[in-house]
């Protein structure tokens, strides 16, 4: 954990062998289990050799006739994991600054359910702002006083789901959109697998 032999380290405290930032803020989290009498679990980040590891640490009171004789630590090197959750959070970072600067409505859906669209997407469908759209079925925008249309775009939809389900291209869908304001669009779409927040969904551009 702090890189050094187990002699360097030997009875001094954890603000000798961390620094005083470090050191005290490890203390304080022992201090707290020892108080509560109870484990206490937190993460945290330590320069070593250099470059900076993430631990997982869990302390725990040992109690001897009803007292607080130490507390015992145990840590886990988290640092890969955490590494790989810091390059998913930039790469979805990166994907949604594009996205969202993007000239065309792109949207992505759960099923039929609407989970991200960006400015343009809900400028398509007469929204001013995308969280006026995003939890709503798509077959809220299918219009209703015409039901071959709305037939039209909920096979659309089906077709869609069932290429993608096979993790495939969709071909390009065309179909009849009422926007919020009630004026009615033909959008022609096209999606791609993918998966958000840890479901399978459809990342889909839309051009009217």
């Known amino acids: 954990m702090s890189g050094r032999r187990a002699e360097e380290v030997r009875g001094r405290s954890v603000q000798e ?5 470090h050191g005290s803020t490890i203390a304080s989290h022992l201090r707290r289990c020892a108080e509560r009498r109870e484990p206490t679990d937190w993460d945290m980040q330590l320069p070593t050799g250099g470059d900076t590891t993430h631990w997982a640490v869990r302390a725990a009171p040992v109690l001897v006739d009803d007292e ?6 145990t840590l886990r ?9 810091e390059e998913v959070r930039q790469s979805r970072e990166r994907w949604r600054r594009l996205v969202e600067s993007h000239r065309d409505p792109i949207q992505i859906t759960v099923g039929d359910t609407s989970e991200y669209i960006n400015a343009a997407g809900a400028e398509l469908y007469g929204a001013s702002d995308p969280d ?3 939890g709503r079925s798509m077959l809220e925008f299918a219009p209703d006083e015409d039901p071959d249309a709305r037939s039209k775009a909920k096979k659309a939809m089906e077709a ?5 389900r096979q993790d495939e291209k969709t071909p390009s869908f065309e179909y009849e959109i009422k926007r919020l304001d ?12 993918i998966e958000y927040e840890g479901h399978q969904a459809a990342q889909t551009v839309l051009r009217d």
């Open 17 to 21: 062998i961390h620094g005083e930032e």
């Open 68 to 73: 607080v004789q130490q507390v015992a630590a």
């Open 77 to 85: 090197n988290v640092t890969e994991r955490k590494n790989r959750e």
């Open 132 to 134: 006026e759209i995003v």
């Open 160 to 164: 869609r789901q069932n290429v993608l």
């Open 182 to 193: 009630g004026e009615r669009r033909v959008v022609e779409s096209y999606s791609v697998s």
